[in-house]
């Protein structure tokens, strides 16, 4: 079981990034899909989660309005579409699944490895 996230990088404020997470080893039909990020010295935070099978989306107030979650089941991947960046979005990104209604922290089953998104100009 394996969940993969990959498309970080280093962008100035205003650009965006799309972050993917494609999971192996089990199927996300059934599970709640997340990202996760942590900045330097601070707690990791869920920055927005996408429910299964009602595909309901939540997000945390400061990314509402710029980043976008998806989900294709076909491609067993979540997607996290992020515009109008800005330096406090500087953390690594990670994804995680559960077969709870809501990702957390403490409710995650599985763990993607992180990718570094930094913002800075």
């Known amino acids: 079981v394996q969940l993969q996230a990959s498309g970080g990088g280093s962008v100035q404020p205003g650009g965006s990034l799309r972050l993917s997470c494609a999971a192996s080893?089990?199927?996300?039909?059934?599970?709640?899909l997340a990202w996760f990020r942590q900045a330097p010295g601070k707690e990791r935070v869920g920055v927005s989660c996408?429910?299964?099978?009602?595909?309901?989306?939540r997000y945390l107030d400061s990314v509402r309005g710029r980043f976008t979650i998806s989900r294709d089941n076909a491609k067993n991947t979540v997607y996290l579409q992020m515009n109008s960046l800005k330096p406090e979005d500087t953390a690594v990104y990670y994804c995680?699944?559960?077969?709870?209604?809501?990702?957390?922290?403490?409710?995650?089953?599985?763990w993607g490895q992180g990718t570094q998104v930094t913002v800075s100009s």
């Open positions: 995680a699944a559960s077969t709870q209604v809501v990702v957390t922290t403490l409710t995650a089953d599985y």
């Open positions: 080893g089990f199927t996300t039909n059934y599970y709640a």
């Open positions: 996408v429910s299964s099978p009602s595909g309901a989306t």
